[in-house]
Structure formats: structure tokens, C-alpha cells
């Protein structure tokens, strides 16, 4: 894996992590404060994304895999991957494709857009 990828998969992974653990300020501070998110359930904004966690985790588990990215500028890179999770509600679980876009800010990337397409397969 190329150190833009990995760079990134961490970032991101941290976001996960912070719906795993309910952590709504880790989550806040991986956003950007103009954050776009494009869910098969609409339009999110940070504050949105946030919201998610104001009862405690989101999910129970999660699995990012088939990881690649792009490099979009000096400062933007572009990433893509499959993810498994389990939700908290409902608790089946679910398969997505993901593509985020992020700005590097200093030392650490933060995220401006991200969206996720269901798989549309059963999940064994």
C-alpha cells in the first residue's frame, strides 16, 4: 500500500472508530466545518454526521478493505474503499463502497466529502 493510501485509510479509520465508540468530538474534529456527506438517506453536513452519536456508537463493528487512492492536488487526496459494518440499530450486516476527499491541514487530513454507495449484495 502507497503512503497516500495509508495515510489516509488511518484518517479515515478514525472516523469509524469514533462511530464504534460514540466519540462525537473525535468525529466533529476529523470534519471539515463544510463537510458534505452523500448517503443513500441524503445530504449530511458535519453537525449531521455528528448528530448520529448523541445517543452513544453508531456501530458495532466495522471492516474497511480494497483500499486505493489518488493524489487531486498538492494538498487533496482522494480515497475508496470497501467497508463492512454492523450497525446498532437494526444489526445486520452491511456493505458499502466509499469514496472521501480530503484536505491536508498542517500534519493531519480532514474530510470534506465522502460518499457511500451500497453494494446492492446480500451479506453473507
Do not use: C, K
Amino acid at each position: 500500500m502507497d503512503a497516500l493510501t495509508e495515510e489516509l485509510l488511518a484518517a479515515e479509520t478514525d472516523v469509524w472508530e469514533a462511530m464504534q465508540t460514540g466519540d462525537a468530538r473525535a468525529d466533529r474534529a476529523a470534519l471539515s466545518d463544510d463537510f458534505l456527506g452523500v448517503f443513500p438517506d441524503g445530504y449530511s453536513g458535519r453537525e449531521d454526521h455528528v448528530a448520529q452519536l448523541a445517543t452513544g456508537p453508531s456501530i458495532r463493528d466495522f471492516t474497511l478493505s480494497e483500499a486505493r487512492s489518488m493524489q487531486v492536488g498538492p494538498d487533496h487526496g482522494l480515497l475508496s474503499y470497501r467497508a463492512r459494518y454492523t450497525p446498532v440499530v437494526g444489526g445486520a450486516e452491511e456493505e458499502m463502497y466509499v469514496s472521501s476527499l480530503w484536505r491536508r491541514d498542517g500534519p493531519r487530513w480532514i474530510n470534506i466529502f465522502s460518499q457511500d454507495t451500497p453494494t446492492g449484495r446480500a451479506v453473507p
